[in-house]
C-alpha cells in the first residue's frame, strides 16, 4: 500500500489523507490523462502557432531579410497568444462539474495543487510549442545558432506564461464569458517575458551570448512559482465564492 | 468505540447571518454539530440551504456574519457531481481532487456496485446517464472515512433502491459515531435519530 | 487603534469622515492648483531649447507621479481587503482604480502634446511612455475585472488580488521597458532629460505635485462617498440621507 498519513480526528475515525506531494502527483496525472483522452486540445494551440506564424509571411512580404529581423518577436508573439487562449480552459471545466469545490476543500495546501494544474498546462502547451518552434522558425529563416535560443527561452517563458495565465483564469473562472477579460488581465503582465524571450533570440543571432536573458528569464520563473500559485490559490476561492 | 455526545462537537457554527439581494435569510443561526447526530436542514425554494450548506462546508468565505469551526476536515458533496466526463468511474475515485485517500480496485468496485453501477467501472463517464453521474458521486460515501458528512441534496435524481441503501449507509454512519448534515426534500426513513433546522421558522428540535 | 480600525469599517462613520475632509481638502485643492498654474504659467523662465512648450510638465509630470502612487494607494488597500477582510479596503480600492487611470490617461495625452513641438511626432515607444500606457492597462484590467463580477463583495476580492499582483509586477514591468528601450533607442530623437531643472521651474512642479496628491485624494473620498451610497442603499443610514437631501 502507499504512504499514508493518518490522522486521527476527534472522534476516533481514521481520517488517512495523501501526502500533499503525492496529492499533486494524482492531480498531475488526472490533468495529463484528461488532456490525453481529448487530444485535439493538445493539437489546438499548436495548429494555432502554425497557422499564425504563416499569416506573417502574408503579411509582410516573403522578403528573408525582412521576416528573419522579425522572426524573434513573430515567434515569440505566437507562442504568448497560443498559450492565452489555452490558459482560459485552466479551471473552466472543472469549475463547471464541481470538482473545483472538491479541490478548494481538500485538506492539502491549494498553493501545491494549483501548481501542479499549471505544471500541467505548461507541459501540454508550453512544452510542446517549444519543441516545435524550431522547425517555423526556419520556415522564417532564423538561422540555426539561434534555435537554441529560441528552444530555451521558449521553455522557459511558456513557464512564467503558464502560472501568470493562471492567475487570470483563477480570477475569471467563475464568469460566463472570461475570454477577452482574461487577455485584458494578463497581458500587461506577460509584456517583460517576450522583451527578455525575444532579446535572447535576437542575441544570439547576432553571436551576442543569450545567457544573461535566460538567466532573467529563469529568475521570472523562479519568482513566479514562488508566487503566481498564491494569487491563483487566493483567485480560485473567490471565483467558488462569487 | 465509544462514542458520548458530550465531546467535542464537529462542527459549530455560530451566530450565522446571511443577507441577499436586501433579504434576510437566516439571522442568529447557531448550531452544533456532534458525532452521533444527523442534522435535515428544511426550508422552502430560496430559503438558503445551499447558501448555509456552503458556509458550513467552508466554500463561502466572504459576505455573511458569524463563524464557523470545523475541527475535522469534512466530505462535502454539492449539486454538481465533481465526476469529469473523460474518465471512467473508477478513475473519478481514485484520482479525486477532493484529496481523499487511495483506494484499492476492490474498494473501489465494492462501493460502486453497492449503488448499482456494476459492469459501469470502466466505461467513459460520458456515456453515463445524469442520474448514474449523481451514483457515481455518492460512491464517495462507501469510500470515505471522514467522520463529518455536508450533504447538499444527495437524493436527486436517485431512483428508490438507490435512496434507501444510501439511507441505510447514513444510518450506519451515525450509528458509528459519525455525524451528517444534510438537505433533502423528502422526509428520511433512517433508523437512527433525525435533528432538524427549519430555516423558514428558524426552529432547532 | 483598534477602534480606529474598527470604525474606519464602518460605513456611516467613514462617510461622514471623508465628507469632513473634502469640506477642508476641496477648497485647499483649488488654491494649490489655481496658484500652482499661474506660477508656473507666467512666472517662470521659458526653457533656453523648448521655449514655452515645456510648461506642459506642469501636468504632465504631476499626473504621472501620482497616476503611480495611486496604484500602490491601490494595491494596500487591496492587501488589506484581502487579509483584513476589511469591506471599505474594498471600497477604497473600487474608489481608486477610475481616478488612476484618468490620471494615467491625462500624463499620456500631455505627454503626447508635448511629444509634438519637442521630438515632431505625437508618440513615441520611449521607456517612460510604454510603461505609462501598460500601467493604463494594468487600471483598465482591474475595472474591467471589477464591473464583471455581479457579486461586488467577490469582485472586490478578485480586483485585490489583481492589484497586488499588478504591484509585484509594476517594478519587472519599468525595469524590462528600460531595457528594452535602452536596447532599442533609435539616435535620432534627442531627450532633454540630461539638463538639470531649475529652481525657479522646479518649486511651482512641486507645487502642483502636491496639488495633484491632493486633487487625488478629493476624487478618491468623493469616489468613496458614491460607492458607499450605492452599496449601503438599502440601509437605514442611506435612506435618512436621502430624505435629508431630498428635503433641501
Known sequence: MQRQHPQSCSRGCLLSVPHTGQFCARVLRRQLLLAVRRPIEIGNPLLFFAIVIVLFPLGLGPSPERLVSFAPGVLWITALLSNLLTSDAVFRSDFDDGSLEQLILAPQPLFFSALAYILAHWLTTGLLLAAVSPVFALMLNLPVSALGALFVSLLLGTAVLSLLGGIGAALTVGLKRGGILISLLILPLYMPVLIFGTAAVQAAMTGAPSGPYLAILGAMLSLAIALAPLAIATGLKVSIDA | MPISVNDAPLLAAQSLGLV??????????????????????????????????????????????????????????????????????????????????????????????????????????HTLSAGQHRRVNLARLFLSDACLWLLDEPFTAIDKQGVDETQSLLASHVDGGGAVVMTSHQALQVSCNVNTLNLVQGVVS | MWTFFHKLGSPPWLYAI??????????????????????????????????????????????????????????????????????????????????????????????????????????VWDARITSMLILLFLYLGVVALYESFDNKEAAGKACAVLSLVGMVNIPIVYKSVDWWYSLHQPASIKFTGESTIDPSMLY????????????????????????????????????????EKGAD
Open chain 3, 204 to 243: 511651482p512642479l512641486l507645487l502642483m505635485i502636491a496639488a495633484f496628491y491632493a486633487l487625488f485624494t478629493c476624487c478618491l473620498l468623493m469616489n468613496i462617498r458614491a460607492e458607499l451610497l450605492q452599496r449601503e442603499s438599502r440601509t437605514q443610514w442611506v435612506k435618512k440621507i436621502a430624505s
Open chain 2, 20 to 125: 441577499r439581494g436586501g433579504r434576510e435569510l437566516f439571522h442568529d443561526l447557531s448550531v452544533e454539530v456532534y458525532g452521533g447526530q444527523l442534522w435535515q436542514i428544511e426550508g422552502a425554494n430560496g430559503a438558503g440551504k445551499t447558501s448555509l450548506m456552503r458556509i458550513l462546508c467552508g466554500l463561502s468565505r466572504y459576505g455573511f456574519e458569524g463563524k464557523v469551526l470545523r475541527p475535522v476536515t469534512p466530505l462535502y458533496l454539492g449539486h454538481q457531481t465533481a465526476v469529469k466526463a473523460l474518465l471512467s468511474p473508477r478513475e473519478n475515485l481514485q484520482w479525486h481532487v477532493s484529496g481523499a485517500g487511495l483506494y484499492s480496485d476492490d474498494q473501489v468496485d465494492d462501493a460502486l456496485a453497492r449503488l448499482g453501477l456494476r459492469g459501469y467501472e470502466d466505461v467513459p463517464s
Open chain 3, 18 to 123: 471623508a465628507g469632513t475632509i473634502l469640506r477642508w481638502l476641496v477648497p485647499i485643492t483649488l488654491i494649490a492648483l489655481v496658484a500652482g498654474m499661474i506660477w508656473g504659467l507666467l512666472f517662470t523662465p521659458p526653457d533656453f531649447r523648448q521655449g514655452d512648450s515645456y510648461r506642459i510638465i506642469y501636468i504632465h509630470v504631476p499626473a504621472a507621479v501620482v497616476a503611480l502612487a495611486g496604484y500602490y494607494v491601490m494595491a494596500i488597500a487591496g492587501a488589506i481587503s484581502l487579509i483584513w477582510r476589511m469591506k471599505m479596503a474594498d471600497v477604497v480600492m473600487r474608489a481608486a482604480a477610475p481616478v488612476g487611470a484618468a490620471l494615467t490617461f491625462i500624463a499620456l495625452l500631455t505627454g503626447a502634446i508635448w511629444g509634438k513641438p519637442t521630438w515632431g511626432t505625437w508618440w
